[in-house]
């Protein structure tokens, strides 16, 4: 791994935001390479998606392909960072050690899930997890599937798994009437998110939509069989093939946080030309806050701006507020209940990898302690998966993580 790559802007995060700061910093002159872990460009919404796709996603993507400043590094994770603006990729061929001028971090965010009983079943899965999935090919034509959960990608996942065949027997949203009738009001005020979301509704048509209902447990014996809701004091068991389960989306701040960047809220902090705490490094999409693709899509602009050394287009800073307004909006009409937060019972496992239940957590003081004595966070998912939901069940804070950020196989580390 002696050879060192150099680039005038990396940026991490293939998905809108690293696209477009990528394409953005391109046309400003800048070499670029983007790396991102999956096996192509588009992120989480564009996944699967190519040049010749329809819409905003291919129109992106054939502007990429003809970038010749724009080199993308698909496959390629990133491992850990040193000093410098020096970033480890595994990739392929091994890990490959790459300096920049200039980051963008543009990792995007990852579903948090809840622990209920019975989670843990094969066939309860992630509600963007199910529909990656389908996107890689599983077959779910005619099979019944739940949506559980609380957040807008919960509709987009039941429209898209509809769309590939599936029964979809309904949408069980925790949050209440009111909150989805607030959002809807004022989506219809948005450009573009008006016709989003009735393009959205129309997709989803003679699929039941059920506020202020979450699920208390599913079960089966080798897998899920049935899930049972609860909405008010009502319980309703339905049998399904698949329960598709997100509890809203958390930004993936691992690589800001080994970077040193100041987060605050779960989320990279940034100032108005999306700059970190840390000198020559920018932050952009929902890595910086939950807020959509367009909000992605107009940081990751800035991003690419701002790395070059260019100030922010005219009216960007209208622009801005309007984003952070909706995303202020999301995070209130979507904050988990408590009935939610009270779900697990004490053998409710919450660390996957290393099979540590409620029980054995609820009496540790912090994430160390737990860590220490029980190897919550451990596993493979090196805490991936149950550090935002020690964080929403403790109010747990977990320190930056300690590199390699993944498992990284020793060959690779010995080359
Ligand atoms: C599972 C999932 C499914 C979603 N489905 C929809 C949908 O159907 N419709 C919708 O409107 N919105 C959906 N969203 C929300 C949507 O993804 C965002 O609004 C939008 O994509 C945010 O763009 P972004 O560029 O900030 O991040 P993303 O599109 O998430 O892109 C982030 C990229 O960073 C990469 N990355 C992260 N960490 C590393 C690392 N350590 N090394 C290398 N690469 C890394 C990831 O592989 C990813 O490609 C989904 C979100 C998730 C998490």
Known sequence: MSEVLRTDVLVIGAGPAGLSAALTAARAGAAVLVADALPSAGGQIWRGATAQSPGEAGAVLKALATE???????????RWTEPDRTVVLSTSQGLRRVKAGAIILATGATERYMPFPGWTLPGVVGAGGLQALTKSGLDVTGQRVVVAGTGPLLLAVAQSLRQKGARVLGVAEQAPWRSLVRMGAHAATQPGKGVQAARMMLGLLGVPVWPDTYPIHATGTERVEAVTLRRGGRDT???CDWLAVGFGLVPEVRVARMLGCAVAGGAVQVDASQRTSVTG???????????????????????????????PPHGHAAEAARHAAFAALLDSAFALRDEVRALPAAD??????????????????????????????????QGRTCAPITAALYGWSPPAPRPPLLPTPLEDLMS
């Open 68 to 78: 010749p400043r724009v080199e993308v590094l698909a496959g390629a994770s990133v």
């Open 237 to 239: 068991t339905l049998p």
């Open 281 to 311: 490094v920018y932050a952009a999409g929902e890595v910086t806050g939950i807020g959509g693709a367009d909000q992605a899509r107009f940081e990751g602009l800035i991003a690419g701006l701002s790395a070059v050394g260019q100030s």
């Open 348 to 381: 409710t496992v919450v660390c996957r990898c290393e099979d540590v239940t409620h029980g054995e957590l609820r009496r540790k003081a912090h994430w160390e302690e737990a860590k220490l004595h029980t190897r919550c966070g451990m596993g493979a998912c």
